[in-house]
């Protein structure tokens, strides 16, 4: 995974906001299929529709930026109105490009330290 970005975003859906958000999810999970360094990107939510993790991976800090420049271009108002980001924890080595965008959602960094994937 070297090069690789990852993210967990956790997040509280707002009351009242569940069907705008999974709108809103399937239209974000259909255009970022379509992205060429977007290798992970996976929605999960609890059982009572409060919260949901999002983990996503991207091929390496430039594919990361595109994805959040259009994220930011296309979906934040959105997105915030329907769910509040309680925790965003980013593993890897973003480059300093990159960290300039992602500390702008106060991200916690975690650096590869051991073990191994198969993913492809």
Partial sequence: ?????????????????????????????????????ALAYTWYMSEDGAGVHILETYA????????????????????MGSATVKRFVVYGDPSPAAREILDGWRATYLAPWGGFTRLA
């Fill in 60 to 79: 390496d800090s430039e594919a990361m930026i595109a994805h959040a420049n259009r994220f930011l271009e296309k979906w934040i108002r959105r997105y």
């Fill in 1 to 37: 995974m070297e090069g690789h970005v990852t993210w967990m975003t956790e997040l509280a859906v707002k009351d009242g906001e569940l069907d705008a958000f999974r709108e809103l999810m399937e239209e974000m999970v259909d255009d970022t299929r379509a992205e060429p360094g």
